[in-house]
């Protein structure tokens, strides 16, 4: 759970217990052939059992005060992740990764929803990262306040082709004095499989149909 003060913890867990007793899904759960795992952050932990993600960099996260996931960081659902690093021990930045299933040459369509919870304090840095198989799709490091995110989701969208079998999706996350609040992870084929199926379908029917006019 983040630090923060005893007020602070009633109120937030107040308003925790209501987002969980909303019952819904993450937003992102619902996308057709989405191939992150625990893509909402619904199993309600991490690294803690099987949920899809990895935690590397700066790990160290003494009293679970500077990573983990919680209701008052969700974007959709009953959950979302919070981030930042041990700034006690070093300023490189935690990152949170997947490794996907990906067809060589295929494009894909990579989505996040990111929060600023407050504007860069003097001496301290926000910065953030997201990579597909090793291409940058968005580096931050804002020294003030990102228009329109501080206290409020964003959504990030970008495509990239995947180069292996194995794709992996990273994020890092450094936040010297605050958090970065982070949901709604999604990965998809584009066209998504369903829809190439169709196509695929369809062009077979105009061929056969052509055959029979020609016959």
Request: glycine share 12%.
């Amino acid at each position: 759970m983040r630090k923060t003060s005893i007020l602070a913890l009633i109120v937030c867990g107040l308003w925790s217990a209501s987002l969980a007793t909303a019952g819904s899904a993450s937003i992102c759960d619902a996308i057709a052939f989405n191939l992150v795992t625990n893509c909402g952050f619904e199993s309600g932990d991490f690294p803690v059992g099987v949920t899809g993600w990895t935690i590397g960099g700066n790990t160290a996260n003494p009293g679970g005060n500077y990573y983990g996931v919680d209701g008052f960081d969700a974007n959709s659902g009953n959950f979302g992740a919070y981030m930042s690093q041990d700034f006690f021990v070093g300023t490189a930045p935690v990152t949170l990764s997947e490794t996907l299933a990906t067809a060589v040459g295929t494009t894909y369509a990579v989505s996040f929803f990111l929060e600023q919870d407050t504007a860069p304090t003097t001496g301290y840095t926000h910065a953030f990262s997201a990579t597909f198989g090793g291409t940058t799709l968005l580096s931050l490091a804002p020294t003030v306040a990102l228009p329109g995110t501080v206290g409020s989701f964003t959504q990030y969208s970008y495509t990239a082709t995947a180069t292996a079998a194995d794709t992996t999706v990273q994020f890092s996350f450094e936040n010297d004095d605050r958090y970065w609040s982070f949901d709604d992870v999604s990965v998809t084929a584009t066209p998504e499989p369903s829809t190439a199926i169709l196509a695929g379908a369809a062009l077979c029917g105009l061929l056969l149909l052509k055959r029979r006019i020609a016959g």
